[in-house]
């Protein structure tokens, strides 16, 4: 069901109000109504139902008002129905405030049912109703994939819902499986996996007109990580069904491209994986061939999704894309670095770099450009193979984690992000659980460069 409505003289109005018209707001209000209000501070996600009043039947703050998200508290917290905002402060995008309020509607709804409808919103003037559909749905589908467990979605329930987003578009699906990876030449994938009961695999879309410009996605697509035989402590391996929030965001930008028909022939890939431990499981000091010919000493189990995905950036390189961005959860020094709010990106190409920091700032979906930085190199070199998997030294985990990754990415443009997936808490238009994260300002991006 849409959290959007078309316009009727029956929506409810709602007024926002930043803290600092706060005053004159309240005093407007009639002597009757004005006490509904008085708990009422104009803080982002703020709220007073005002059903008396002649004017406006209720408030909602916005603080600062420099955060179109705040008003992804309204799809939640108001009544039922339908409803009209009064009037959009300077500067609110109409598309972007109806994304805000269509990603606070989200509710996870596959093993519990929804707590209530969602308020609905009329579109404002100038909103694009179908580019606020398309990014809300790509959304749920990030969320719903991250949020389901992976008894479910493994590498299996993976598989099935990379086939179910290809039929939606009429892409072509390609899958590498079991024993066929090592036929196929992508011995990291079946390393990292091949302990598990579900056999890992590499999963390839194909969409578009040859013709248009080639672009590949490269999702981290690892189902569940306890760490391998470098087992994760309890408290670290609780939330371990995000792992592949990497290959959950790569879906829902593809979703993006493909709703929206951008001129380019995409080409994503996931490798699909569960990092279990079983008398088959890869080990410490183990020596890996990969597909790029690399030999790679494994220095810890727990370090596996960059094994994973250096064969898949190297099957993407071979088609010669001209654009190549991977997404994963791949360390958690970036969360000690930045946090779980803001998402750092590697890119040796400035002008990529500004274009991505660009779109991202259009649409407030935070990104920070972190250097790879080439002197940390050697802590990933290895006395007995070419690389090592995971640095001794405790420093620059995610640089170390990019520059692994570089080696595989080879000359292609290419920049990869190091996503964290999930909300600790909730906040407006973020609700606790998977979350999108740095692939709505890729996919501004993605839509300025390759315009129709």
């Known amino acids: 069901m849409s959290v959007f409505a078309t316009k009727t003289d029956q929506a409810l109005r709602l007024r926002l109000v930043t803290t600092d018209a706060l005053d004159a707001v309240l005093s407007g209000l009639s002597e009757a109504v004005r006490p509904l209000a008085a708990n009422f501070k104009a803080k982002p996600g703020d709220m007073a139902l005002l059903p008396a009043d002649g004017d406006v039947d209720a408030l909602l703050g916005l603080g600062a008002g420099d955060d179109v998200f705040a008003l992804g508290a309204a799809a939640m917290r108001l009544p039922e129905g339908d409803w009209a905002i009064e009037a959009l402060p300077a500067g609110f995008d109409p598309t972007l405030t109806a994304i805000a309020w269509g990603m606070g509607a989200y509710q996870f709804t596959r093993y519990k049912s929804a707590s209530r409808a969602p308020a609905r919103l009329v579109l404002p003037d100038g909103a694009d109703a179908g580019e606020a559909e ?134 994503l890939l996931i490798p699909a994986v569960e990092n279990a431990v079983s008398a088959g499981a890869f080990r410490p000091g183990d020596i890996l061939s990969s597909r790029q010919g690399l030999t790679v000493e494994i220095d810890n189990t727990d370090a596996e999704g960059r094994l994973v995905l250096g064969d898949a950036l190297t099957r993407a390189c071979e088609d010669a894309p001209e654009l190549l961005l991977d997404f994963a959860t791949l360390t958690g020094a970036a969360r000690v670095a930045l946090g779980p709010e803001v998402m750092p990106f590697y890119t040796d190409d400035d002008a990529l770099a500004e274009a991505i920091s660009e779109g991202a700032q259009k649409v407030k979906d935070p990104v920070w450009r972190m250097p790879l930085w080439d002197n940390y190199a050697k802590m990933l070199d290895s006395k007995v193979a070419d690389i090592v998997n995971g640095a001794a030294s405790p420093f620059a985990g995610s640089i170390t984690a990019a520059l692994f990754l570089k080696r595989f990415a080879g000359e292609t443009r290419w920049a990869h992000f190091d996503i964290f997936a999930w909300n600790p808490s909730a906040r407006p238009g973020h609700p606790e659980g998977g979350e999108i994260q740095a692939v709505r300002g890729v996919y501004q991006f993605i839509r300025d460069a390759y315009p129709h």
């Open 134 to 267: 398309r990014v809300v749905d790509a959304a749920v589908l990030t969320r719903d994939l991250v949020n389901t467990p992976a008894d479910a979605m493994g590498p299996e329930g993976l598989e099935a819902a990379f086939r179910a987003l290809a039929e939606r578009h009429g892409a072509d699906v390609r899958v590498t499986a079991g024993e066929a990876l090592i036929e196929e030449n992508y011995p990291m994938i079946h390393a990292v996996g091949r302990a598990a009961g579900e056999a890992p695999r590499l999963l390839e879309l194909e969409w578009g007109d040859q013709k248009h410009p080639r672009i590949a996605l490269v999702g981290k697509g690892v189902c569940f990580d306890s760490g391998g035989l470098d087992l994760k402590a309890a408290q670290f391996m609780r939330l371990m069904k995000k792992d592949m929030g990497g290959a959950a965001n790569a879906m829902g930008l593809a979703h993006m491209i493909m709703d929206a028909k951008l001129p380019v022939r995409l080409h």
